[in-house]
């Protein structure tokens, strides 16, 4: 009886060892034992899911992640709306793929993007320069595309000595980097207004007749002259109104020293001044911007239509109260003479 006793306590044990050692060194899920812990997971084996793979990462459900529950987004659409938002974790996608809310279009410097994420959709499509007429002679490399104007670089001429002028004059002098040209109008010539000129145009013709540069008592014997002496304000030199660029200055000054005088009214300066062309800046030069239409008249250049004469041509440039420049279009030469000489006159304008 013993024997048979302690026959069945082996039984017993062995059967309880069976039992109770494997779930000690459980691996894997038991759906039908709430109280063991899945050794994979850590979550107790009653919140495993019951179907063979887990529904969000498609793994076996005691090797899936303990938070696939909750996805993490990789944000992709924050930098392209065309990619979808994707879980980092089981490859889920969260939000499907959309399309970018373009911004204004690319312009030369500033490139098209997303309104929602600042996408680059398309970049700048930069500047494309090439010349374009900038005024009547003058050229200045622009950008062609629409609405766009940027320019860059210098100016190019395009007239030569002896084309014809905007005017419709003879080109005579050309400047490639430009002159100042003074304006007239303040009496102190540092604070004169000035633009920039490339060239200076000859009027076809002389004016007709001969004219005195003044005569303020015209026609008594004792003669007095309208004497300009802001004029000849300085301007680091004592002769500034010789100067290329003077020569409207000169002219609008006298023409307003003279206005007071009405015996003033029909001399040099205002027959030089006077509108041809359908236009109504022209002046009489200075005597350096006449010597400037000497050179191109005479040899090599033989510019046809400007003066030949043999006789004076009046500046515009004073030399004493009683005095002013004059230049002899036959041998070039110049000087001063007096301001009641009849001479004739030939107008310029600068563009």
């Avoid at 007239?184 to 000035?194: H, K, P, Q, V």
Wanted: aromatic share 10%; hydrophobic share 35%; charged share 20%.
């Amino acid at each position: 009886m013993k024997s048979r006793v302690k026959f069945f306590c082996i039984i017993a044990l062995i059967v309880m060892i069976g039992f109770v050692v494997p779930a000690l060194f459980l691996t894997g899920c038991d759906n039908g034992n709430g109280d063991q812990n899945c050794a994979d997971c850590g979550k107790l084996t009653c919140e495993c899911p019951t179907d063979t793979v887990c529904e969000t990462c498609d793994e076996d459900p005691c090797e899936c992640p303990v938070d696939c529950t909750t996805c993490i987004s990789d944000n992709a659409q924050a930098e392209n709306c065309t990619l979808p938002d994707t879980c980092t974790v089981c490859d889920e996608i969260i939000t499907p793929a959309g399309s970018h809310t373009p911004g204004a279009a690319a312009t030369c410097e500033t490139a098209q993007t997303c309104t929602v994420y600042e996408f680059v959709i398309e970049a700048a499509i930069g500047h494309r320069f090439d010349w374009q007429e900038k005024s009547f002679g003058i050229e200045i490399e622009t950008c062609q595309n629409t609405d766009c104007n940027e320019t860059r670089g210098d100016i190019r001429l395009t007239l030569e000595i002896g084309d014809t002028g905007e005017a419709g004059g003879i080109i005579f002098y050309v400047a490639p980097a430009g002159f100042n040209l003074y304006q007239g109008t303040n009496n102190t010539l540092e604070e004169d207004e000035y633009t920039t000129a490339y060239y200076l145009e000859a009027w076809t013709v002389n004016e007709t007749g001969t004219y005195r540069w003044s005569w303020a008592n015209e026609p008594t014997t004792s003669r007095t002259y309208t004497n300009v002496t802001l004029v000849q304000q300085s301007h680091n030199t004592a002769t500034p109104t010789q100067w290329i660029g003077y020569g409207l200055r000169n002219t609008r000054l006298v023409v307003a020293a003279m206005s007071s005088n009405p015996i003033e009214t029909n001399r040099a300066v205002h027959i030089a001044s006077t509108s041809k062309g359908g236009f109504n800046d022209w002046f009489l030069p200075s005597v350096d911007e006449l010597n400037e239409m000497y050179i191109a008249r005479a040899a090599p250049n033989n510019i046809a239509g400007l003066p030949t004469t043999t006789g004076w041509i009046w500046s515009s440039s004073q030399q004493f109260a009683n005095s002013a420049q004059v230049q002899d279009f036959a041998d070039g030469s110049r000087g001063p003479t007096l301001k009641d000489l009849d001479t004739s006159v030939r107008a310029v304008r600068a563009f």
